[in-house]
Structures are given as C-alpha cells and as structure tokens.
C-alpha cells in the first residue's frame, strides 16, 4: 500500500518474475490517512474505483479461493484501520456476507525491530477492529530500525504520493521527472534486477526457510521455484 513499500515490493516481483507467483504481488497506490467518514461520495466512488481495477470487490472478495494480503509500512495503524473501515461500509453496502469475506483478508504491517518481550507494543494488538478479523489475519515483520526509516521517511520516489484530496486529480498520472524521481527509478531499477539475478533469489530462499512457515508445503515449493534457474529472458 503507498509508496513505502516500493522496494519490497520491487525486490519480490524481480524475484517472483520467473516462478508461478509471478502475478501474485500488486501495488495499491493509496495514501490513507484521512478519516474515512470525511471522504466525499466523488472520493469513495474513486476509492471503489482504484480497487476495482486490482479485482477487490466485495463479491471478488468472497468468491476468491485465496485471501488478499494488504502490505504496508506501520507506525500505528492507522492506513489499515482506514482502509479496513472502506471495505467493511462497502461489503454491508453491497450485503455481501460478511462471515464469508472476513476470512479473505490479511494485513502484514512492515515494523521497525524492537527488544521482544510481552509489554512490547504490537499494532494488531491496538487495533480496535482486530477482533472483526481472525486472529491470523493480522501480523508483523519487522525491519531494522534505520531500513524502515529509509523506506519510509527519506527514500526517494518513483511516484508522487497519493493522499485522499489528489484522488481525483489526473495529473497526478503523469510521471514526475525531477532528480529525485529519476533517482528512485535507478534504484527501484537495481532492486528488481537483484531481485531477479540467481543470488537475489536465493538470498530470498535462503532468508525463507529458516522461517518456522517452512513446514508448509506451498512455500517449500515456493522455495524450489526460487532456486530454479530462470528460463531465458526470464531475466531481462
């Protein structure tokens, strides 16, 4: 979600691009910080708009075989407590049943790393709409401090941010070229190519199975696509 996860989310498609996950990471260009109750009937037509075109509706919700993961950088929660409250009006708008959709959702929040202990905050823990949700539905990876920082408070970007009052404004479509643009683009450049190079995609098998997840078989086989050789031009 946003732009703070560009370059996880660049990392994986370069890795991904040449196993049968290639489809499966989406960017969700949506800065979600205004109250959800303050948006404009023109604003919540351009949200459903947005989120149709990445096939999340609340019937494509219930009807999916697999759960859709929203991803995004978390400080409080705030983006995922909006966008939750979004989807939740819109699935009672549309009576689409809710006991169905609700086991279609995930949020992953990217955290900054923190001493483990059980008085550490956890943001899934704080959010007043968990309990909607499975328990599973909700959980955190966290980043070293100074990454997630980097990420999102100094990275540089290929695009313009997306907040709620420039959701209707299409001149936000066209690319920015200023120097710090050009730059994030040589750098979400490097970050695909590595992504998609052999050592990218065993660096991210590697990092896989040392992850308890890996009793699942789906991810196992995750794990051999990645350290498969790319047929060529996967690459290019």
Not at 126 to 134: G, R, S
Not at 137 to 155: F, I, K, P
């Amino acid at each position: 979600m946003g732009r703070s996860p560009d370059s996880v989310f660049d990392l994986l498609s370069g890795a991904l691009s040449a196993t049968s996950w290639k489809d499966r990471c989406r960017r969700l260009p949506l800065s979600l910080w205004s109250d959800p109750d303050a948006l404009t009937p023109d604003q919540t037509a351009q949200f459903r708009t947005n989120m149709e075109k990445l096939g999340i509706t609340p019937a494509a919700l219930a009807t999916r075989q697999r759960p859709v993961t929203f991803v995004d950088l978390v400080y409080r929660g705030q983006t995922f407590e909006n966008l939750f409250r979004l989807l939740r009006a819109w699935i009672n708008e549309e009576a689409i049943s809710w006991p169905v959709v609700r086991t279609k959702l995930r949020f992953v929040g990217i955290t900054e790393r923190t001493k483990t202990s059980p008085n550490t905050w956890r943001w899934y823990q704080a959010a007043t709409w968990a309990p909607q949700l499975p328990r599973a539905a909700l959980t955190s990876v966290s980043l070293d401090r100074w990454v997630w920082s980097y990420l999102g408070n100094s990275q540089p970007k290929t695009s313009q941010s997306f907040p709620v009052a420039a959701w209707l404004d299409e001149d936000l479509a066209t690319p920015a070229r200023d120097p710090q643009a050009v730059a994030a683009l040589a750098e979400a450049v490097a970050v695909v190519a590595y992504g998609r190079s052999s050592e990218g995609r065993n660096a991210l098998a590697d990092a896989i199975t040392s992850e308890p997840t890996m009793r699942e078989s789906w991810l196992r086989t995750l794990v051999i696509d990645l350290r498969r050789q790319p047929h060529s031009g996967a690459a290019r």
